[in-house]
C-alpha cells in the first residue's frame, strides 16, 4: 500500500489550502507535519529536501515536490482532475490562473497595515465582483455544463469553489447577482468529498486569527515592516 502523501507547513490556510482541497476533492488521506517554531522549518531546510528553502512541501510517489502550482498540477493529473486533453488542460491553466490571482490577494489580507485593511477589503471585493465572478458566471452559462470545463469535475472546480468561499468569509451575499455561481457553489458543495472536507474537524483550515498571523511570522522569521509593504505595494 502506497503511502500517504505528507504536507510540510504552518497551522494554517496559506498556499497550502488549495492543495488540501485538491487532495480531499480526489479523496486521497494525508498526513500533515505541522511547524511551531522556526526551528522546526530550519530543519526541514537542513534536511536538503526543499528546493528553494520554501515551503509548501509534499512528500508523495517517492518525490519532495515543491513550488505550489507544481504540486497542483501533479494532483490534479493524477487523480483525473485536469481534463482529458490538452486543450482542457490550458482552459483549466486559465481559469486557476485568474483564481490564484483572488485567492492570493485575500491570503494577503490578514498581513495588511490596519489603516489600510478597509481600503485593501474594498479592492479585494471589487476585483471579486467586477473581474473575476462575471468571468465564471459567463463561462457557466455559455458551458451549459455542471462544471467549468468538460462535464466533469476538475482542479478549476475545487478551485472556484475554494474562492467563493474566501470571498464570502469576507462579505456574505457577494454573489447575490451572480445566479449560475451560487448554483455551482450549491451543486459541487454537496459532493460527497466536497462535503466531507467542509464539516467541522475536517483538514480544513480556519481564517487565519491574530494568533496564527503572530506565529506564522515568528516561524518563518518575517520582517513585518518590509511585508507590509510589499502586501499593500500588490494592491496601490
Do not use: C
Not at 522549518?41 to 513550488?67: A, R, T
Not at 491574530?210 to 511585508?227: H, N, Q, R, Y
Amino acid at each position: 500500500m502506497a503511502a500517504k502523501p505528507k504536507l510540510y507547513y504552518f497551522d494554517g490556510r496559506g498556499r497550502m489550502e488549495s492543495v488540501r482541497w485538491l487532495l480531499a476533492a480526489a479523496g486521497v488521506e494525508y498526513e500533515e507535519v505541522l511547524f511551531e517554531t522556526a526551528e522546526d522549518f530550519w530543519n526541514l531546510i537542513k534536511s536538503g529536501k526543499l528546493m528553494y528553502d520554501q515551503v509548501p512541501m509534499v512528500e508523495m510517489d517517492g518525490m519532495s515536490i515543491v513550488q505550489t502550482r507544481a504540486i497542483l498540477k501533479y494532483i490534479a493529473a493524477k487523480y483525473n482532475l485536469y481534463g482529458k486533453d490538452l486543450k482542457e488542460r490550458t482552459i483549466i491553466d486559465m481559469y486557476v490562473e485568474g483564481m490564484r490571482d483572488l485567492n492570493d490577494m485575500i491570503m494577503l489580507f490578514p498581513f495588511s497595515l490596519p489603516e489600510e485593511k478597509q481600503k485593501i477589503l474594498n479592492y479585494i471585493l471589487e476585483r471579486a465582483t467586477q473581474r473575476f465572478f462575471p468571468v465564471y458566471e459567463k463561462a457557466l452559462k455559455d458551458h451549459g455544463k455542471n462544471y467549468l470545463v468538460g462535464n466533469q469535475l476538475s482542479w478549476a472546480d475545487v478551485q472556484l469553489l475554494e474562492v467563493i468561499l474566501m470571498v464570502e468569509e469576507l462579505k456574505s451575499g457577494v454573489l447575490s447577482v451572480f445566479p449560475k455561481v451560487q448554483e455551482f457553489k450549491a451543486r459541487v458543495s454537496k459532493l460527497p468529498r466536497i462535503q466531507k472536507f467542509l464539516q467541522p474537524g475536517s483538514p480544513r483550515k480556519p481564517p487565519m486569527d491574530d494568533a496564527s498571523l503572530e506565529a506564522v511570522k515568528k516561524i518563518f522569521k518575517m520582517d513585518k515592516s518590509l511585508f507590509l509593504q510589499h502586501v499593500n505595494i500588490q494592491i496601490k
